[in-house]
């Protein structure tokens, strides 16, 4: 092999060098965050409590692949998954989910082969939930292309550039080719290096095209909805809850609907002797959500739905379903106090809720150990270490999420393989009223969601009488 000057194939030698460790570093850098993040939902689809994670997609078309959590209650069996395009039929495009007794993570892997809107389909043999999600336009930013056809320029010249100091019979084409190539690497350098305080290509998230976000209605006033709720229920038997949104201007089903606190609809049912449940019923159709409920006693059931339609922000609206059956069992008896306590799955819980007095921000806690051990192996449920629900004399909910912990916060928090919370999980809250609240505290182990019931006196504030 024969070289040029000692300056050319130095040049070539430190080329090669730097670009092979910075072209190493590129595709980090050059394809971070665009392309969308794992969607979770959790879906009470007939006698199963599920979280339906959407794995983010990495190109399309490309694989989706789809983990369904089951939790502890919930029993095994097969559910058949499909996906597509929003308004169309899987068509093929489907697979089984074979979830295990006792909670854990089973999955599938489907296709998808254009960015937009598109329709999951959970299907138990009864019911076939239909859950919306977006596969985004994998949007490459001006400072990308800069990165990546820097380097590709920058190999190339290279390349070129040890062709001609090999072969070539002049000095110069080589030093001319050794210098694009730096000065290539040095502007595909550069863009990745300041790429950090440019912002992301927008992308709209309803569509996942490229292009601002564009809302449907003002971000201040939640649009009008209309919760209808419609049930056969027997005290002591299974039976489905349907529910009905319907936009309060148009009358139209509404049915945009976006995934909030890892759900699209949060239902409190508040039954006639003081019982509780927090689940999440599926979505069937256009504005059409189900549910199935077992009451323990005949009478009227308040139901508390939690949504956020696109662009409207957070809302709560309520409805009533009665149960047909015996009332005796719906005389409340009472949760007890703060303190200790034993939870169904044998572990302790120590509940701090003390010296509450109305408009006072307060912290709640709840500290939960087993044979006297600390427990440490909380899972997120619904992203967040805790969730804490209200009731009292006025008769509405509160849904409190606890406060971020290490990694367990409410934003990029793990799903719930990560078992790493507790023992403590604290809310912030301040009660409106003063008189007795219910509090419910909910914390998921072992894919078993604990809920602890807990009575409260809250004394009257300072303004009270004023
Ligand atoms: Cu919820």
């Known amino acids: 092999?024969?070289?040029?000057?000692?300056?050319?194939?130095?040049?070539?030698?430190?080329?090669?060098?730097?670009?092979?460790?910075?072209?190493?570093?590129?595709?980090?850098?050059?394809?971070?965050?665009?392309?969308?993040?794992?969607?979770?939902?959790?879906?009470?689809?007939?006698?199963?409590?599920?979280?339906?994670?959407?794995?983010?997609?990495?190109?399309?078309?490309?694989?989706?692949?789809?983990?369904?959590?089951?939790?502890?209650?919930?029993p095994g069996g097969v559910l058949r998954i499909g996906a597509a395009p929003w308004g169309g039929a899987p068509a093929g495009n489907e697979t089984d989910v074979r979830l295990t007794?006792?909670?854990?993570?089973?999955?599938?892997?489907?296709?998808?082969?254009?960015?937009?809107?598109?329709e999951l389909s959970?299907?138990?043999?009864?019911?076939?939930?239909?859950?919306?999600?977006?596969?985004?336009?994998?949007?490459?930013?001006?400072?990308?292309?800069?990165?990546?056809?820097?380097?590709?320029?920058?190999?190339?010249?290279l390349l070129a550039a040890l062709a001609a100091a090999a072969f070539g019979r002049r000095a110069w084409p080589p030093t001319a080719l050794g210098a694009g190539a730096v000065a290539a690497v040095v502007v595909a350098t550069t863009a990745a290096l300041l790429s950090a305080g440019i912002p992301e290509p927008e992308t709209?998230?309803?569509?996942?095209?490229?292009?601002?976000?564009?809302?449907?209605?003002?971000?201040?006033?939640?649009?009008?909805?209309?919760?209808?709720?419609?049930a056969e229920l027997t005290a002591g038997r299974r039976g489905p809850v349907d529910l009905r949104l319907v936009d309060g201007a148009t009358g139209r089903p509404a049915d945009d609907l976006v995934v909030h606190h890892d759900a699209l609809l949060h239902l409190m049912v508040l039954g006639p002797g003081g019982q509780f449940a927090h689940v999440h019923p599926v979505r069937l159709g256009p504005g059409h959500y189900r549910?199935?409920?077992?009451?323990?006693?005949?009478?009227?059931?308040?139901?508390?739905?939690?949504?956020?339609?696109?662009?409207?922000?957070?809302?709560?609206?309520?409805a009533a379903v009665a149960a047909s059956g015996p009332a005796v069992a719906g005389?409340?008896?009472?949760?007890?106090?703060?303190?200790?306590?034993?939870?169904?799955?044998?572990?302790?819980?120590?509940?701090?809720?003390?010296?509450?007095?109305?408009?006072?921000?307060?912290?709640?806690?709840?500290?939960?150990?087993?044979?006297?051990?600390?427990?440490?192996?909380?899972?997120p449920w619904l992203g967040m270490a805790g969730h804490l629900v209200t009731t009292g004399p006025d008769g509405g909910v509160g849904h409190v999420h606890a406060l971020?912990?290490?990694?367990?916060?409410?934003?990029?928090?793990?799903?719930?393989?990560v078992a790493t919370g507790g023992p403590r999980v604290e809310f912030v809250y301040t009660f409106a009223t003063p008189g007795r609240h219910r509090l419910w505290f909910q914390v998921e182990r072992d894919y078993r969601v604990l809920t602890v019931p807990v009575d409260v006196d809250v004394a009257a504030g300072p303004e009270a009488g004023s």
């Open 1 to 74: 092999m024969r070289f040029g000057t000692r300056t050319t194939r130095g040049l070539v030698v430190a080329t090669a060098v730097v670009a092979g460790l910075l072209a190493g570093a590129a595709p980090a850098s050059a394809h971070g965050g665009v392309v969308g993040a794992d969607l979770r939902i959790a879906a009470s689809l007939g006698d199963r409590e599920l979280t339906v994670v959407i794995r983010r997609v990495g190109q399309v078309p490309g694989p989706l692949r789809v983990d369904v959590v089951n939790h502890a209650e919930s």
């Open 101 to 118: 007794d006792g909670g854990g993570f089973a999955g599938g892997v489907l296709q998808v082969d254009r960015a937009g809107s598109w």
């Open 122 to 157: 959970v299907a138990d043999g009864r019911e076939t939930a239909r859950l919306p999600f977006v596969v985004p336009q994998d949007v490459m930013a001006p400072w990308e292309w800069t990165v990546s056809g820097g380097y590709t320029a920058a190999g190339t010249l």
């Open 204 to 230: 709209d998230p309803l569509t996942g095209l490229p292009g601002p976000a564009r809302p449907v209605a003002a971000p201040v006033a939640p649009p009008h909805v209309n919760l209808l709720a419609s």
């Open 291 to 318: 549910v199935w409920l077992t009451p323990a006693a005949g009478g009227t059931h308040r139901l508390f739905a939690e949504i956020e339609r696109r662009g409207g922000g957070v809302q709560v609206v309520s």
């Open 331 to 379: 005389v409340d008896s009472g949760a007890p106090g703060p303190g200790d306590r034993i939870l169904a799955d044998g572990t302790a819980a120590h509940v701090q809720a003390t010296g509450l007095v109305a408009g006072e921000p307060t912290v709640l806690g709840i500290e939960l150990s087993r044979d006297g051990r600390p427990v440490r192996d909380l899972q």
């Open 404 to 417: 971020p912990v290490g990694a367990m916060g409410s934003g990029n928090a793990p799903d719930e393989s």
